[in-house]
């Protein structure tokens, strides 16, 4: 594509594949939509996110790198040892960075790191095992990162004949050509000798280095929002933050004339990061519903028993004007059968029927659904739209592409009993809670920089003070403009650290703080999501996926809202 220069030859020399997100939960700085606007400015064509142990993010990153016109590399780094089921007695542990050449290695990616998320938690720490990378590493492009691989760390205790077969099993599933040796200038301790381990090595056995640099933040002015993160991370003020970070200053960004001027000896070592980008080619355009099937009775199909329902319905309701009723029935379904919604539909009025079947109060109906007959007819809604006057085309339209989107309420004591329902309906591998991540907004932020920089209570109440009636009439003011505040000049200018405070709270406001449960969000699929989806963790027994909503519906799933409402049951009472 052409570049903002009108460069229609122009060919990106140097390619960021490194650069850790958010979702990297205080690890990193960068927020996705700062990495995308950071490759739009430079001009680069192509951009990689590589986050630690996690790929919760890539839905975002390419979703926002295509729409801009950028190639999306996604990557993960993972952590393996050879016994993760005892963490204690491990054995030997490394790191490897994985990327994902098309959809199926983002598949194989899924599978990889569901392994060490669903093993029983009393095992420890988050690894997976050796032979788990290994069988599942089609279509994954596999580099070996400097200090943490394998080679290098086999290398310096010795070990030669466990190196060899080490890399035996390596070459055996990758192949020579999808398996590089990082080479890193960031001013991590040990990278030196590891880069030539890593170079004598690339002369012994054939195979290329590449130039990386590890980004967790944009540019050099947001280092002391990196410390700050790492001091919240680990509980440790922001000065021994900064000692413990003074060799890692180098960990933003660099451009093309950085890294070749960093690799100018070492040929072909930045160009590599441009060949492993060309091979990266990631689409999800062409991505299909994954609607999971309903079981109808003998004779039917979900088209066919949706209208029977409907219609067996609008029989009993005998409303006045029979043939009003009739012409927007025919009208609904016809617009939901052909975008094949029938099932969708069917599910929903199967789980609210049951609620109500077993005495957990459920709402009338709420938004956009509450103008669909069929919904009201099925038992979803409780409110007549004919008789409402309310227009189906608000809920759903032929335009439409996505899947209509119908909240539930359920009393809240009543909402786990649903989820089970559901679980016994579809199967324990094709339901999951949904991920959600909690962000640092203004209060929370602030409040932990003033213990972080040991600001006295004096000068943080009234900072605090200040900083609720500018967000109160500008809920998403940025940092730069509460510190031009004439709210807050008096108590800036009365200490002196709210020079550094400020200056590391600019990156930090809005990154990711923690992950939890989404209060109501449930996913359900016509087959295991342990084969098709990122899920990290069980709760109580049932899973929790790694992506967040957005993420799943993008990639054709059906999500739902099932919401805990304290309300309902008051009402009951």
């Not at 930090?508 to 699929?525: C, D, E, K, P």
């Not at 999500?559 to 009951?572: C, P, S, T, V, Y």
Request: charged residues 25%; proline residues 4%; aromatic residues 10%.
């Amino acid at each position: 594509p052409e570049t903002k220069s009108g460069n229609k030859e122009f060919i990106q020399s140097y390619v960021p594949l490194k650069c850790q997100t958010h979702y990297s939960v205080m690890r990193s700085i960068i927020k996705v939509d700062q990495l995308v606007s950071y490759a739009r400015s430079n001009d680069l064509r192509f951009i990689g996110m590589c986050d630690l142990n996690n790929v919760s993010g890539f839905y975002e990153f390419y979703s926002k790198c295509r729409n801009s016109g950028i190639k999306p590399i996604i990557g993960v780094s993972v952590d393996v040892c050879d016994n993760p089921e005892n963490i204690k007695n491990a054995g030997f542990n490394y790191r490897v960075t994985l990327f994902c050449k098309n959809k199926n290695g983002l598949k194989n990616v899924f599978k990889i790191l569901n392994s060490g998320y669903l093993r029983e938690p009393s095992a420890g720490g988050f690894y997976v095992d050796t032979d788990t990378v290994l069988s599942n590493s089609g279509d994954l492009i596999c580099a070996m990162p400097a200090v943490m691989s394998f080679t290098y760390k086999l290398f310096k205790s010795g070990k030669t004949k466990n190196l060899d077969d080490y890399f035996k099993k390596y070459i055996d599933s990758f192949g020579g050509d999808r398996i590089f040796y990082e080479l890193w200038k960031d001013g991590i301790p040990a990278e030196d000798e590891s880069n030539l381990c890593h170079l004598e090595m690339s002369k012994k056995n054939g195979i290329r280095t590449v130039a990386v640099n590890n980004c967790q933040y944009i540019n050099p002015r947001d280092f002391k929002g990196y410390a700050a993160a790492y001091a919240m991370r680990n509980s440790v003020s922001f000065n021994d933050a900064l000692e413990k970070l003074s060799n890692s200053a180098r960990l933003h960004i660099k451009s093309a004339g950085e890294m070749s001027f960093l690799f100018s000896h070492i040929k072909g070592a930045v160009e590599a990061t441009r060949d492993i980008a060309f091979e990266c080619n990631l689409d999800l355009s062409d991505t299909a519903l994954k609607m999971p099937g309903f079981n109808v009775p003998e004779g039917f199909n979900e088209n066919s028993y949706l209208e029977f329902l409907s219609n067996n319905a609008l029989g009993k309701l005998r409303p006045a004007s029979l043939e009003i009723y009739q012409d927007r029935l025919k009208r609904e379904l016809d617009i939901i059968s052909g975008k094949d919604f029938s099932g969708y539909f069917l599910i929903v009025a199967d789980i609210i029927n049951y609620a109500r079947k077993v005495g957990i109060p459920v709402g009338p109906g709420r938004g956009s659904a509450c103008s669909s007959l069929v919904c009201y007819l099925t038992g979803i809604t409780k409110i007549d739209p004919v008789e409402e006057k309310l227009m189906f085309e608000r809920f759903l339209n032929p335009e439409r592409v996505k899947m209509p989107d119908i909240d539930i309420d359920f009393a809240s004591s009543g909402r786990y009993k649903i989820i089970e329902y559901i679980v016994s309906r579809f199967g324990i591998d094709n339901v999951a809670q949904i991920l959600t991540f909690n962000h640092l907004k203004h209060k929370a932020l602030f409040g932990v920089l003033f213990k972080l920089f040991e600001i006295p209570e004096v000068h943080s109440r009234e900072f605090a003070q200040a900083v609720d009636k500018i967000i109160s009439l500008d809920p998403n003011a940025p940092v730069e403009k509460i510190a031009k505040s004439p709210l807050t000049a008096r108590v800036i200018a009365a200490n002196g650290k709210f020079g550094d405070f400020l200056e590391a709270a600019e990156p930090l406001l809005n990154n990711i703080r923690q992950t939890s449960i989404h209060a109501g969000g449930v996913v359900i699929a016509p087959e295991s999501l342990k084969k098709d989806v990122f899920l990290m963790r069980k709760n109580e027994g049932i899973y929790v996926t790694g992506l967040d909503m957005t993420a799943l519906e993008g990639l054709g799933y059906l999500k739902m809202d099932l919401l805990g409402i304290n309300a309902l049951e008051k009402i009951e009472e």
